[in-house]
């Protein structure tokens, strides 16, 4: 169902290869342990990453910039006013409201970036792949479970 691609080693990335809306997404996600792509996560630079989402729309979380227009990011991997000195890279075209979708574009070379992201406030938006990473507390949570049942011999 899940293809996983390796992540800088801290995480791996799970790819759904089918289509799904919204409230779809999230409730795939949810029931594989997984969660949405943070803006941190979706910029990691992992070029097994970039490669296997070439053009492909995917979500990410839900946050949304307070007002459109040209961004930058942080060290953090957080959104931020820029101040002229950011790399192609770093610079990013947003769009608030919710839910948001993001496209890593490669073969076109864009003013603001290399990586665009925007919303459309319908619930039946499309994205080409549903992506997410293991939600490590529900991981730990399922871990904690499996353990007690052990325990008890179920």
């Known amino acids: 169902m899940f293809m996983e691609v390796p992540v800088t080693g801290k995480a791996s990335l799970f790819v759904f290869r089918s289509e799904a809306n919204h409230f779809e997404t999230l409730s795939v996600l949810a029931d594989n342990g997984l969660r949405p792509l943070t803006y941190r996560e979706a910029l990691s630079h992992s070029s097994v990453l970039v490669r296997d989402l070439k053009g492909k729309w995917f979500y990410l979380d839900e946050t949304a910039p307070r007002k459109s227009g040209l961004y930058a990011w942080d060290e953090n991997g957080e959104l931020v006013e820029p101040t002229g000195n950011e790399t192609y890279d770093q610079k990013v ?59 008890r011999g179920s």
């Not at 769009?95 to 003013?111: M, N, Q, R, T, Y």
Request: net charge positive; hydrophobic share 50%; proline share 3%.
């Open 93 to 151: 075209r947003a769009w608030s409201g919710k839910p948001l979708f993001s496209f890593i574009i490669l073969d076109a070379v864009l003013s603001y970036g290399r990586f665009v992201i925007g919303n459309d406030l319908k619930p039946d938006l499309k994205a080409l792949v549903v992506v997410g990473i293991k939600d490590a507390a529900k991981s730990l949570e399922d871990g904690r479970a499996a353990l007690t049942r052990l325990r």
